[in-house]
T-cell receptor, first 115, second 110 residues
Framework: DTGVSQDPRHKITKRGQNVTFRCDPISEHNRLYWYRQTLGQGPEFLTY????????KSRLLSDRFSAERPKGSFSTLEIQRTEQGDSAMYLCASSLGEPGIYEQYFGPGTRLTVT | GNSVTQMEGPVTLSEEAFLTINCTYT??????LFWYVQYPGEGLQLLLKATKADDKGSNKGFEATYRKETTSFHLEKGSVQVSDSAVYFC?????????FGTGTRLQVFP
C-alpha cells in the first residue's frame, strides 16, 4: 500500500470560489480524519469518519465546510465561498481505530491559498 | 480545556549534541501521548508514543517518558544528527482525535 494520498497538492483560488479536496486513505482503514494546519501552528482537528459515518465535527468547521465519505473509502472536503482565512494546509489521516491504540497515518496535505 | 504546550523553536544544535524538547499537556482523564515528526517536504509521521503513566516511548534514538505528576512528555536524544533536522509535534489524544502542540523546529548543523 502506498499510504494516504491527497489531491490536489496545491490549490490557489479566488475569494468566494468553492473548492473540493480529496483524500484516499490506506486500504482497510475504517477511520479517516481531516485536520487543518496554518503556518507556525500544529494541526487542528476538523472532523472524522468511522466508515461512512461522520462522528465528530469541530467548531472550526463552519457551515461553509462539508465533508463526505460516501462509501467508507475516499473522502472529500468542500469549502464553499472561500475566505482568505481559509488559507492553510489541509491534512488527511487514516487509521484502524482510536488514536491511543492505532497509529494515524497522515497524507502529504493540500495547501490552499485564497487570494 | 485540552491543550499541548511545547517549547518554541527553532532549536539549533551541533551534530552529536544532546537534545531536549519540552512538552506539557492539559487533558481530562488519562490520555495517550505522542511525538510526531515532519521532515522537510514530507508528511507527519509518528515518532513514538506512550499510553500510560511512567511508560517510555522510544524510536530512532529518541525517548520520552510519560510523567503524570508533571503532565509532561519531554523528547530527548543523546546525540543528534543532521538528518534529525525537522519539526517535532507533541500531541495527546482526546476521545477520538489528536490535539497537537504548535511544533518545535530542530536544526542540526555539522
Amino acid at each position: 500500500d502506498t499510504g494516504v494520498s491527497q489531491d490536489p497538492r496545491h490549490k490557489i483560488t479566488k475569494r468566494g470560489q468553492n473548492v473540493t479536496f480529496r483524500c484516499d486513505p490506506i486500504s482497510e482503514h475504517n477511520r479517516l480524519y481531516w485536520y487543518r494546519q496554518t503556518l507556525g501552528q500544529g494541526p487542528e482537528f476538523l472532523t472524522y469518519f468511522q466508515n461512512e459515518a461522520q462522528l465528530e465535527k469541530s467548531r472550526l468547521l463552519s457551515d461553509r465546510f462539508s465533508a463526505e465519505r460516501p462509501k467508507g473509502s475516499f473522502s472529500t472536503l468542500e469549502i464553499q465561498r472561500t475566505e482568505q482565512g481559509d488559507s492553510a494546509m489541509y491534512l488527511c489521516a487514516s487509521s484502524l481505530g482510536e488514536p491511543g491504540i492505532y497509529e494515524q497515518y497522515f497524507g502529504p496535505g493540500t495547501r490552499l491559498t485564497v487570494t | 480545556g485540552n491543550s499541548v504546550t511545547q517549547m518554541e523553536g527553532p532549536v539549533t544544535l551541533s551534530e552529536e549534541a544532546f537534545l531536549t524538547i519540552n512538552c506539557t499537556y492539559t487533558a481530562t482523564g488519562y490520555p495517550s501521548l505522542f511525538w510526531y515528526v515532519q521532515y522537510p517536504g514530507e508528511g507527519l509521521q509518528l515518532l513514538l508514543k506512550a499510553t500510560k503513566a511512567d511508560d517510555k516511548g522510544s524510536n530512532k534514538g529518541f525517548e520520552a517518558t510519560y510523567r503524570k505528576e508533571t503532565t509532561s512528555f519531554h523528547l530527548e536524544k543523546g546525540s543528534v544528527q543532521v538528518s534529525d533536522s525537522a519539526v517535532y509535534f507533541c500531541a495527546h489524544d482526546n476521545t477520538d482525535k489528536l490535539i497537537f502542540g504548535t511544533g518545535t523546529r530542530l536544526q542540526v548543523f555539522p
